[in-house]
């Protein structure tokens, strides 16, 4: 029976022109073994028809490299070491007209395989294959040889992995044969290449060349204008992730830029002279927080399709290209506007006031964050446990931004340009060290007020079990599942209200959040409603408190965080947005942002400081251990704004990545008819 339903047909998902030149160095090479066989073999007088194969591994398209060749043996020779089953392989350009299944068993039969014998046959040009064993393998049931071509062989032809396809077909079929285990979770090491068998199925093994490729297109993707829907709908899927997510962390730099400079601005012209650049900035920041909507609903646990996945990407795109557009159109004007030059000497002085002013709360802070380490254990105090040192790394990189400043425009004119780079990099280094120390001051609120309210919590979840003992009955198993889970909450929250007061306030609240959503259905009582408003400024503040710690952490550190961060942290402001909207008139719904608010954030500031982490490890000994001011103006994203800053500034693009042309063709989808025998099956990729 086929091991797969056909699919409908897709583009492409490799780059065509590449293709075309290798196989077009390869007509030669088919022409003249065309003619070796006329003259050799009558069996083979078509190049592309059925034929006796001369061994297991056939290869007359050139596909395989000699590693690749023999990684495919290992594997092969596997499954005959362990159940007997001789896996016979070919590649060729074409069936010759036939379609996959019958050149298949044509093939077969040419070449005498018997009742121990598998065929894969692939034709690597017309993107066709099939998967054919006789009726003798009966270990296989049809549902095992279903998820071998659905799960293990076709998605890896799909990414031209053609060693990968024939050495997912063995490591399936050996598994479906091993007595008791069936498609079972185990690990084949063959020949370096690595093939993991799961619930699902293979998961491909992947070789360094598809790596490469895979960051190859990367590159060329980054050419591609965010308005060429054509070239991007080419590109594989997982290029077009990839790039997606390096377009949201791109626009958020440009964002993060540009709203610095707006408020700079703003501060020195005033609301009445930036309102046309704040209602663009404005428009920009909603363009990107819809792409980054789009982002999380990709990284949730409901699927999509792959081309709701891809439509979805595009959209990301598009999107930031619009934000970018939308920024860049006021950047002339806003230059018009703000000729740091022309008043170098005043702002100079002023942010000099300014680094004095920064530089005597050292010492306040430095205190402040020594008490705390008193008070709170370092898990508590993570994400500010090194803000003073890197305030100070700031300060110091200002301190010479300010230098080289003054030495600019002492220079004759039309020399003093560098003047701008070190003013636009002092008041970010300034503006950062402002908010590192802000920081600190955040964390003793915020953990203060957790500990001060954490007992009220605790006591309102403990009421809520209490409540859901009486309406078991009307609650059912849903009710009984969140009961044990906020009481298992409950003993968390005891255990580290010590040590993580927080974190446990954040914990308790969640619990309580859902317990009484549970109730409310199984209740249908006023009574819970009123609560729900009674508390929900409690979590709304333990929202707040959240993303303000994540926002601080990854605004200070924005040159080493990635998307995932980016896209939690945006996703959680705007639930919080709505819990704060809705407070006076849906206090459920309301409690239910504050919520995913919360939990959002907190994902978000583990993912950076994870990211922070990694990046530490590559540049400096240890986080806020020295490296240097550049290497904290780097972590930070001065160093890159005050060079490529895209934002407001004179010359450039406000926000821009720049764009260009090019196309590639999409992805081709599997499908089509099937041949004889008990595996069997094949199609289209």
Known sequence: MPLAPRLEQTPSSRPRQPRARRFAALGAVSALLTL????????????????????????????????????????????????????????????????????????????????????????????????IAPDGLSEITSDEAESIRVDAVEPALREEDWAGGAIAAAGGLGDAMTPGEGMSVRTLLIGGGVVVVGAGGVVLYSRKKKHDRTRAGVEAARSISPEDTAALTALPLPTLDERAKEVLVETDDALRTSQEELELARGEFGEQATASFTAAFDTAKATLAAAFTVRQRLDDAIPETPQQQREMLIDIITSCGRADRELNERVQEFDGLRDLLINAPDRLDALTRDMVALTVRIPDSTQTLATLQTEFPAAALASVAHNVTMAEERLAFAERAVADGRDAIALPPGKQGPAVSAIRGAEGALEQARTLLDAVDHAAENIRHAIATLPAAIADVEAGIAAAAQFTEQGGDRLASVRAAAEAALAAARTAADTDPLGSFTQIVTADAELDAVLAEAQESRQQAERAQQRLEQDIVAAQSQVTAASDFIGTRRGAVGADARTRLTEAQRHLAGAQQLRATDASRALQHAQAAAGLAADALRLAQNDVSRWESRQRPGPGSGGGNATGAILGGILIDSILRGGFSGGGNWGSRGSGGGRSSGPRSFGGPSSSGRISGGGRF
Do not use: C, M
């Open 36 to 131: 070796v066989a006329i003259l050799f073999s009558p069996a083979i007088a078509a190049a592309d028809a059925p034929f006796r194969l001369p061994g297991q591994i056939t290869d007359t398209v050139g596909v395989l490299d000699a590693d690749q060749q023999s990684d495919v043996q290992a594997a092969i020779d596997q499954l005959y070491d362990e159940h007997k089953v001789r896996l016979w392989v070919v590649y060729v350009p074409d069936f010759n007209g036939l379609g996959a299944g019958p050149w298949a068993d044509q093939t077969a039969q040419a070449s005498s395989l018997g009742d121990r014998d598998a065929l894969l046959a692939v034709a690597t040009v017309d993107r066709e294959y099939a998967l």
